[in-house]
DNA sequence: CTGAAAGCGCTTACAG
DNA sequence: CTGAAAGCGCTTACAG
């Protein structure tokens, strides 16, 4: 490493020129009170001219302030183990910014369970916080709770789903109805016409689940835009195996030439399941996310592709940003849409999350 | 922010302990010469056992030096502006580690002329330099300079290409065998058994074209492991649009039944502008790189797919690493394989070079 | 082989 | 409204 050329600008050569003492140009920098108006402008002045730069290793060395972050993401449970994967970005964001003075506080909730929800909102902002991350699944109480955030000043940003005009700091997830949309150009790909579609929506309460629905609507909206005939549809409210099979079956018994099948999210693996129990691996099988139960019916190619939104990368992203507004007084874009991967085969081995 | 609890452990409490002056607790850390054994086996029992993490913000800040990183990547040229993308990822970096007191020199040479090549590695070599990140096109002469590179213990990282054994500090690029066959793996969800695809190699020097070769290697594979029958093959070693041009069409007369060309590089547009001309954008067509000239024509689906290697991503990593290598002594993953990106018209609003 | 002192560029009480 | 001084946790000459 070379030595340092002296640092031409620092506080001490803008009091110098002001003729002021450093801890002067100190309350000009943090806009604290208690400078005349008269030496706040000559000092305003010098710092333009100089385009002086802080230095940032000093400031945070000299404050010996910890930056406190709280992430709040549902806990993973055995329905799926995917809340697993943006714990790993947080945990990797963690690891980078550690050596500069942040803490972070890992809360979780039960995505089944509307009150932990609220309870861990209640002890963040009883707690001394300085930013939030949140996987906002219960919008209203998400809603309520960024309020407050925004009356305190402490910035947030959201991961997974977006929650409109609710001035976070920024969104950091997936375009949903481009997702549904890209994965009907890619069936395009792969079906003749008139081949038989099926779509698989498995949640226990479809009607309030913001991904699935926004991704069947973008779907289908490529298959209207293209003149593409109507998938055949399926609902399934149970998410343990034997409910999918039983829906699974009757499907099938109903439409038996079915060509392809399009599951709207993660538990495609279940659907993979039943596929090869009844041998028809032919079967053009997409369904969502990169997880271990997904891939391994990807390599045996029973799934044939899997979309993937980069959850790891959300989280990482979404701590950042705030270690960067907080620190930097960077300026955040306010939405951040991941790339909408497509995983086979043979690249899911050089795959990142 | 909150007050900092009291750090529990720094150069100070070590020394008390140890009965002796911060400044041996330093020479110990950074096992400089001049400490008696006795001293230092007490010290570094007391590091140990204090589980001792130093503040490498109050480290950079004291020793005022300046990490000087260089970056020597090929320049943009009129063939391809490829090598902007690259560039990106050092510019970001940069930006990043800009406050952490760090420098990067940016260097290019003439893909056309190794003469170019050694005349940069030259200049770097009479500097002082921390790290290197290369793009090694010309092997031989990227091996003499990392060899140097080498006895002075400055790390160096590759990007694009890999030279093995060379012992570089990481390696970040695509696996370009895997490309290859990955592109195999989704061709045989487009054709059907028989129908004729052509693969195209474009470059003024194929047979010392590593990425070319590899790529076609692990596409032929593929078919071969697949019994899928061989591809036609078509070499240009012009890379101007006529040249383009007039192989294609008289390989189009020979085979009019083509049902999909695959282009091994970035090349892919002056295909596209021929089959746009000729009003075959019927045939899929796949390449590579998400280049605005490729983009254009994966827009007005003359071209189907795009496979993208993160270049701008690579670059990144790469001046990360040798930062995180030089600051934090952090090891480093010898190889990181990008992933294999598959981009549609549909999915590449979003895609993240 | 070892230590006392100055300093990196800031921030933070405290005094006036 | 303003400044002198101490200090953040290290590193770096310099002296012995």
């Known amino acids: 490493m070379g030595k ?49 730069q802080p230095n940032l290793l000093a400031r945070r060395l000299a404050s010996g302030k910890t930056l406190n972050l709280v992430t709040l993401i549902p806990e993973v449970s055995e329905e799926t183990d995917y809340w697993s994967v943006p714990l790993e970005g947080v945990l990797q964001a963690e690891k980078e910014i550690q050596p500069y003075n942040v803490k972070i506080t890992k809360l979780f909730y039960d995505m089944n369970n509307r009150e932990s929800f609220v309870n861990q909102t209640q002890i963040i902002l009883n707690d001394k916080v300085d930013g939030v991350l949140l996987a ?27 929650i409109p005009n609710q001035k976070s700091l920024c ?29 698989v929506n498995i949640s226990k309460d ?41 829906s699974m079956s009757s499907a099938f018994k109903k439409h038996p030439d079915i060509k ?46 899997l979309i993937c939104e980069k959850p790891q990368e959300q989280a990482y992203r979404g701590v950042r940003a705030l270690y960067q507004k907080l620190v930097f007084e960077v300026d955040i874009e306010s939405e951040y849409f991941m790339p909408i991967d497509i995983i086979t085969k043979e690249n899911c081995q050089f795959y990142k999350n």
């Not at 997702?179 to 079906?191: E, K, Q, R, T």
């Open 136 to 162: 906002p699944a219960f919008i209203d109480e998400a809603i309520e709770f960024t309020d407050i955030c925004q009356e305190r000043k402490i910035p947030f940003v959201f991961i997974n789903s977006d």
């Open 171 to 199: 969104y950091f997830g997936p375009n949903l109805y481009h997702s549904g949309y890209s994965v009907a150009h890619l069936v395009n790909y792969l079906i003749e016409k008139d081949d038989k579609v099926l779509l």
């Open 4 to 52: 340092k050329e002296k640092q031409l600008v620092g506080v001490k050569e803008i009091a110098r020129r002001a003729g002021v003492s450093i801890a002067t140009v100190d309350r000009v920098l943090h806009n604290r009170s208690g400078v005349s108006e008269r030496t706040k402008t000559k000092i305003q002045a010098i710092i333009k001219d100089l385009n002086y």
């Open 260 to 305: 392809l099948v399009f599951v709207t999210n993660s538990r495609v693996s279940k659907v993979a399941k039943y596929l090869a129990s009844i041998g028809r691996e032919d079967i053009i099988l997409i369904g969502y996310d990169f997880l271990s139960e997904n891939i391994k019916y990807l390599e045996n190619r029973t799934i044939d592709f």
């Open 206 to 246: 479809i009607g309030a689940d913001h991904h699935i629905l926004r991704k069947e609507e973008g779907f289908k909206a490529y298959l209207k835009d293209h003149d593409i005939k109507e998938p055949i549809q399926l609902s399934i409210t149970e998410t343990d195996y034997p409910s999918v099979q039983k």
